[in-house]
């Protein structure tokens, strides 16, 4: 993703997010920010801000 702010308005339309590093994924519900692991299905709460560009430079939108 182009920046921080491309980041939330992606999550906030609804879009699923993995980062291409560590394979991390992001989903919003309700304005709160959800991480798991690709193997897992559990969702958890994440506190993650994406404060620093490597945060959310990595980051693509999932493929269903």
């Known amino acids: 993703m182009k920046s921080r702010e491309a ?3 992606a999550l906030q339309e609804g ?4 980062s291409k590093i560590t394979g991390l994924q992001y ?6 920010l959800y991480s798991r692991h ?16 490597p945060s959310w430079l990595n980051l693509q939108e ?3």
């Open 27 to 32: 989903m919003m519900t309700e304005g709160k």
């Open 38 to 53: 690709s193997e897992r299905n559990e969702w958890n709460e994440s506190n993650l801000g994406f404060d620093n560009p």
């Open 62 to 64: 999932m493929k269903s």
């Open 7 to 9: 980041v939330f308005k």
């Open 15 to 18: 879009q699923k997010l993995a």
